[in-house]
């Protein structure tokens, strides 16, 4: 198979997912070292993180990128707007899209059209790309097919099968479905069920551009052992996170950290 696919192009398929909640900070610290080590297409973390993400991306091509209306995608609007207009205040270049879920099991269409429309408006003026997730584990066929118009008519750039908080994983054939009712210039973007290799390129050859992924290491050193390629040394984050590979004039984490302990200390010997 080493003749079917190239690393560069595998690992520019990766959103290496930092979503968990339980993730600590130094965790979050080596995911976005790792995916500017492999050289992914993005990195899609915590929201409250995102400003630090895009930071220590700066220097690097792998996108920094959040959730909004996650997981279930019951905000009003309004919220979910005021979600992407920080998180692209943050430095977000890709952003994805919860769709409200009970307004599309109740077939109200003209709200689901009219949030996709307003959030897809507020992430291209500022030149970044929505994704949109359709938690396709709560959708008949026939939603699904309908929100693919909807999506394509309104010009979003990825369509996603799920959230890694949806009940049941991503399926091929729901692959296969989108890019078949999708638009050819509307991508998609499966979004869970990625755990090897094996499954990425599955996903690939049903039309998947992108794929979202916790497992993003193993996957990456498997396609280089296949491919005859040396495996990457660890330059990124290691153990305690505190030599961190960072761009040049970047602040290493361990450093900010000790920092606000010091300054948190001497106001506490103030107020004292």
Known sequence: ????????????????????????????????????????????????????????????????????GFPDGGQRTAIKVAEARQALKDGGRELDVVINISKVRSGDWQYVNDELLALTQTIHAEGAQIKVIFQNACLDD??????????????????????????????????????????????????????????????????????????TESILKECRRRLQRPYLAQTGAVKGNENSALPPGRVPFIVERQRIAGTLMTKERIRK
């Open 1 to 68: 198979m080493t003749d079917c696919f190239h690393y560069e192009a595998i690992a520019k398929m990766i959103d290496h997912t930092l979503l968990d909640p339980a993730l600590t900070t130094s965790e979050l610290e080596d995911g976005c070292a790792l995916a500017a080590r492999y050289d992914l297409a993005s990195v899609c973390i915590l929201p409250y993180y995102l400003m630090r993400c895009a930071e220590l991306l700066a220097e690097t091509t792998v996108h920094a990128s959040t959730a909004i």
């Open 142 to 215: 026939a939603s699904k097919m309908f929100l693919c118009e909807i999506c394509g008519t309104i010009g979003v750039d990825w369509v996603e099968t799920v959230s890694g908080h949806s009940p049941a994983e991503a399926n091929l054939s729901e692959i296969e479905l989108m890019r078949r009712y999708s638009p050819e210039r509307v991508q998609v973007k499966a979004g869970t069920g990625i755990h090897n290799l094996d499954a990425l390129l599955a996903a690939r050859a049903m039309g998947a551009s992108r794929v979202a992924t916790t497992r």
